[in-house]
T-cell receptor, first 113, second 119 residues
Framework: QQQVKQSPQSLIVQKGGISIINCAYENTAFDYFPWYQQFPGKGPALLIAIRPDVSEKKEGRFTISFNKSAKQFSLHIMDSQPGDSATYFCAASLNFGNEKLTFGTGTRLTIIP | GAVVSQHPSWVICKSGTSVKIECRSLDFQATTMFWYRQFPKQSLMLMATSNEGSKATYEQGVEKDKFLINHASLTLSTLTVTSAHPEDSSFYIC???????????????FGPGTRLTVT
């Protein structure tokens, strides 16, 4: 029940296109859903995060859409750029992030010119 | 702000030896630090949660006698891999939570990781 399922495993998007990565969770007690970006050989960096009391959050080109009833959330990257090529992880936590993070399996995103 | 460093960034050691990895919060105090392990092209796996001044809480399946964690101050936690073997070769990442962050959510700041290779 603590799992977070992430799809797709890999994604290739043309420059300027929209990249969409999806995650689903089982534990309805999760109340904090961050997305992390990781470049090879580096630690993850927080991109954007959402709480279940809102259905969407946008920061620049990055948007989280949250569907509480379906227990799903997704990351949309608008106007995708080659510099966005990285591995993206969704995660979930209890107590507004005060508890440990449960990570998804990751999506390797490649933006092609 | 909110910078977490790790030292060393990479280390090679011989089988049977021990290696220590440091995790420091540079510009904030961290009551809680987390240690993760990541194999190539895989997700982060939480190994243990470390609270300053108390014993670490290990995740199921993680050998506490092999992976020694010490969180002696609000800015430093160490992970010691004892009697390392080739199967311990991995990317070890720490994260830290700001002690004084008011309200929620409680963001974790990640270090750059340490690549351990055991020969």
């Amino acid at each position: 029940q603590q799992q977070v399922k992430q799809s797709p495993q890999s994604l290739i998007v043309q420059k300027g296109g929209i990249s969409i990565i999806n995650c689903a969770y089982e534990n309805t007690a999760f109340d904090y859903f961050p997305w992390y970006q990781q470049f090879p050989g580096k630690g993850p960096a927080l991109l954007i995060a959402i709480r279940p009391d809102v259905s969407e959050k946008k920061e620049g080109r990055f948007t989280i859409s949250f569907n509480k009833s379906a227990k799903q959330f997704s990351l949309h990257i608008m106007d995708s750029q080659p510099g966005d090529s990285a591995t993206y992880f969704c995660a979930a936590s209890l107590n507004f992030g005060n508890e440990k993070l449960t990570f998804g399996t990751g999506t390797r995103l490649t933006i092609i010119p | 702000g909110a910078v977490v460093s790790q030292h060393p960034s990479w280390v090679i050691c011989k089988s049977g030896t021990s290696v220590k990895i440091e995790c420091r919060s540079l510009d904030f105090q961290a009551t809680t630090m987390f240690w993760y392990r990541q194999f190539p092209k895989q997700s982060l796996m939480l190994m243990a949660t470390s609270n300053e001044g108390s014993k670490a809480t290990y995740e199921q399946g993680v050998e506490k006698d092999k992976f020694l964690i010490n969180h002696a101050s609000l800015t430093l936690s160490t992970l010691t891999v004892t009697s390392a073997h080739p199967e311990d070769s991995s990317f070890y990442i720490c994260s830290a939570r700001d002690r004084f962050m008011g309200g929620s959510p409680y963001e974790q700041y990640f270090g750059p990781g340490t690549r351990l290779t055991v020969t």
